[in-house]
């Protein structure tokens, strides 16, 4: 018995220690008037033999604060975006990886799906329940502060372990 419940730990601490820090849902804030603006999913993939993560729009608030687009019903469209996906089912940030030395995600791309630029980006967190989210050229850029969104009635689960991200060109 006790090898068996050593077995079960090492496979539920071998997971906890393999998931991606900063896996999550985020709300990202309007950065003129400071209003919700939409739900990210920052969620992990597997690029040949490497983990990376990526992020998804899943949802879009309307003028009066409440969710008014999701996955199941997207309506607006990203017309600067090559291809003129619709907004909620985009992926803006791809190829993200870990860098365990900074205790941030690099290397990867972000877009800004209102202008259909492709900025570097990085990844991290030094307030509990926000995530800091830069697009950058070089030095220079600007960094958006996301807020964790722990209400479960705001947004179902959503299950990404099939999700790839889509790079638009």
């Known amino acids: 018995m ?9 496979i539920v601490l071998g997971a906890a220690a393999h998931a991606a820090p900063l896996v999550g849902t985020y709300q990202t804030i309007d950065d003129e008037t ?23 729009i899943v949802a879009l608030y309307g003028a009066d604060g409440k969710i008014s687009e999701t996955l199941a019903a997207p309506v607006r469209v ?8 619709t907004y909620v089912g985009l992926d803006i940030i791809w190829n993200m990886v870990w860098d365990a030395d900074d205790n941030r995600y ?3 791309k972000i877009m800004d799906p209102q202008s259909g630029k492709v ?7 030094d307030t509990p329940g926000q995530l800091n989210v ?10 958006q502060n996301w807020r964790v969104l722990d209400d479960a ?7 990404t372990k099939n999700w790839t991200p889509t790079i638009r060109k």
């Open 153 to 159: 009635s705001a947004m179902p689960k959503i299950d």
């Open 2 to 10: 006790k090898k068996v419940f050593l077995a079960v730990m090492g």
């Open 78 to 85: 990203a017309d600067r975006v090559p291809g003129a996906p």
């Open 134 to 143: 830069r697009g950058k050229i070089g030095p220079f850029g600007r960094t």
């Open 34 to 56: 400071n209003t919700p603006k939409s739900i990210v999913q920052i969620y992990e993939y597997t690029d040949g033999d490497d983990t990376k993560v990526a992020g998804r």
């Open 119 to 125: 900025y570097a980006s990085v990844m991290w967190t």
């Open 106 to 108: 690099s290397g990867g």
